[in-house]
């Protein structure tokens, strides 16, 4: 992974894909991922933007964003 430019929130967000949504998943076919990705992540991602957008929950930031 040395050629991938990365940063520390997009990897923690990768990890908590991997240990949330697909735990115990290995190899899965593109379909059963996008099934993943539309079915589960996705609704679980706007509600989380919804309640921060009306000021419900308060969006945490990584020590580099509080710099």
Request: hydrophobic share 40%; no cysteine; charged share 25%.
């Amino acid at each position: 992974h040395h050629h991938i430019n990365t940063n520390n929130y997009v990897e923690a967000w990768h990890r908590h894909l991997k240990e949330v949504y697909m735990s115990g998943l290995r190899r899965q076919r593109v379909d059963v991922l996008m099934y993943l990705l539309w079915d589960l992540v996705l609704p679980d991602l706007m509600q989380d933007h919804l309640h921060i957008a009306n000021h419900f929950q308060r969006r945490t930031m990584n020590k580099a964003e509080r710099r």
